[in-house]
């Protein structure tokens, strides 16, 4: 079925993709829940963390989540919010893990921001804020749990301004805190919501009381009311308004305040995100600028999970729909390789199961199934050869040795390395002159988790051993005879990764400048994004 261009602009149009960054333990997923409970997603509170509960039960390697509680994984929801179809691409808060989530941002086309209000901006949050910046992305701000004692709001906003290097612009205002807190302000509106502690597990309408100067204010707050006319009159002199195109420009945050587990403030967040969130935005590739409406299909891949389904060790690769209409069969050209395939069951993930699309839109994410023929950072298109830039690759910093406890399995364990390693969180080295294996990976966390899952879904039990390796350099060159000169030379420090690419392992950063200053005529590259 083809789909007309105005059919495809409206769909497309009417797409919000977004991720939801904080500190662990700010109320990322309870938000999650709550805009899920709100777009009527799922029916009762509590079913992303028993999600959570299931995929333990299916897949333990999850149980570290639950120990730990950290977030491992991002996972993609698509739902249906107020007529628009909202696309939530969650991202793991701890910073192990990090460079899944950076390359999760690239994907998104804005970011809601929540902050614990007793503990303000955290260090995670300053550094998601960091890659959000670098896309201008628009961010929201959701200062939470204010049904605990927290810092004074002003001082909360003055903090996100100076730490974050962000103006804000308060649309809701707390009225109380802790056991006082009785709802919010809204600047906007002039509505005054008031609302019932304890009623976490439903969606709960807020009482709405219109104008600040309504009588009935001060019937239902008594002398609060007159405490609230004053503070809001104070906070709107020395605040920045709302100003919708600095906002698109990432420099101003429209900033909410609430209490997620109550659903105190939470619906006029969502409300106000839905309004001004902006749809998908025009993205950038070597060649040229790819608008959204193009007609031709475009996309690329910022995620791959591998064993997904463990009985079939397929891995999906999660693709963003830049321009055109995605069709269930549809064939695409990967750019890095040049090879056409054809996609014919891509996978949408909806709030609670997957499903089969029969078309997706700019904005959307699709799952491909592939067997390691796809790379994160892919770019496929229907006709072109397009490179869609911008999604960054991490070198590893930290190195061990692997060490089997049954020698026998040395084969299981080259395939899960490999396999594991197409995730992007680890990169997987092969000693030219050794059967040694070593992993790369930029957060120590990385080693317990690829041990656990090389144990649950390979069968092999593996040790993680400190190595001597400081850094890891992937080198090339266009001259064959100086390259063969330097493997002669340097043997020793040299391996393969799982791509078959030639990396310089250092033990020392001296060690690397040596090497550097021999062979002038070899490049030596950070990461592989440079190859
Ligand atoms: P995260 O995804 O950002 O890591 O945070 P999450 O939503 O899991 O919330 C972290 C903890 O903070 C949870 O408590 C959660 O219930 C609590 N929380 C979230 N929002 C609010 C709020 O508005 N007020 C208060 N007082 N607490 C809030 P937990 O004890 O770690 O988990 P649980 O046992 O409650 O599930």
């Given at each position: 079925m083809s789909q007309s261009k105005s059919g495809?602009?409206?769909?497309?149009?009417?797409?919000?993709?977004?991720?939801i960054i904080s500190h662990p333990d700010a109320g990322k997923t309870t938000i999650t829940e709550k805009i899920l409970l709100f777009g009527g997603a799922i029916q009762v509170a509590g079913s992303v963390k028993s999600r959570k509960a299931d995929r333990h039960a299916t897949s333990d390697w999850m149980a570290m989540e639950q120990e730990r509680g950290i977030s491992i994984t991002s996972s993609i929801m698509q739902f249906p919010y107020k007529g628009r179809t909202m696309n939530l691409l969650d991202t793991p808060g701890h910073a192990d893990f990090s460079e899944d989530t950076y390359r999760t941002l690239t994907a998104v086309d804005s970011a809601l921001m929540v902050i614990d209000c007793a503990k303000g901006v955290e260090e995670r949050t300053i550094k998601l804020m960091e890659v959000c910046r670098l896309r201008t992305t628009p961010i929201y701000t959701f200062i939470n749990k204010l049904d605990r004692e927290?810092?004074?709001?002003?001082?909360?906003?003055d903090e996100v301004e100076d730490v974050l290097k962000i103006r804000c612009a308060p649309i809701t205002w707390p009225i109380g805190m802790g056991k006082r807190l009785k709802g919010v302000y809204h600047f906007i509106d002039d509505e005054v919501l008031l609302y019932e502690a304890g009623k976490n597990y439903e969606t709960q309408q807020a009482v709405v009381i219109k104008g600040l100067n309504s009588?009935?204010?001060?019937?239902?707050?008594?002398?609060?009311?007159?405490?609230?006319?004053?503070?809001?009159?104070?906070?709107?002199?020395?605040?920045?308004?709302f100003d919708k195109q600095a906002y698109l420009n990432g420099e101003l945050s429209p900033v909410f305040?609430?209490?997620?587990?109550?659903?105190?403030?939470v619906q006029p967040l969502l409300d106000s995100f839905v309004e001004h969130a902006p749809e998908p935005q025009p993205r950038a590739t070597t060649e040229r600028v790819v608008e959204p409406d193009e007609t031709k299909c475009s996309g690329f891949v910022f995620k791959i999970q591998a064993n997904m389904d463990p009985n079939h060790r397929d891995r999906v690769a999660f693709m963003r729909i830049c321009s055109g209409v995605f069709t269930q069969g549809m064939k695409l050209k990967n750019s890095r390789t040049g090879k056409d395939i054809k996609i014919p069951n891509a996978l949408t993930f909806l709030a609670e199961?997957?499903?089969?699309?029969?078309?997706?839109?700019?904005?959307?994410?699709?799952?491909?199934?592939?067997?390691?023929?796809?790379?994160?950072?892919?770019?496929?298109s229907e006709t072109e050869n397009l490179q869609f830039t911008g999604i960054p690759s991490f070198a590893p910093e930290l190195f061990r040795r692997a060490r089997l406890k049954d020698p026998l399995k040395l084969k299981a364990l080259q395939k899960g390395l490999a396999q594991l390693s197409e995730e992007g969180a680890t990169q997987f080295f092969r000693p030219l002159i050794s059967n040694e294996l070593i992993l790369g990976a930029v957060g120590v966390l990385q080693f317990e988790v690829v041990a656990y899952r090389l144990k649950r879904e390979y069968n092999v039990e593996a040790i993680f051993e400190n190595v001597d390796t400081r850094t890891a350099y992937w080198v090339d060159t266009d001259d064959d005879k100086k390259m063969q000169q330097f493997r002669n030379k340097n043997e020793m420090n040299l391996a393969e990764d799982a791509h078959g690419h030639l990396v310089y392992l250092a033990p020392s950063m001296v060690n690397l400048q040596l090497a550097q200053d021999r062979h002038p005529d070899i490049r030596f590259h950070n990461t592989t994004e440079t190859l």
């Open positions: 495809q602009r409206n769909e497309y149009l009417n797409r919000r993709t977004f991720a927290g810092k004074d709001p002003i001082e909360l906003l009588p009935e204010l001060d019937e239902k707050l008594g002398d609060v009311a007159a405490e609230l006319r004053e503070e809001i009159e104070l906070v709107q002199g020395a605040s920045h308004k305040f609430g209490s997620a587990i109550n659903n105190f403030g199961h997957r499903d089969h699309v029969e078309h997706a839109y700019p904005g959307d994410i699709i799952g491909i199934h592939n067997h390691g023929t796809i790379s994160i950072g892919d770019s496929f």
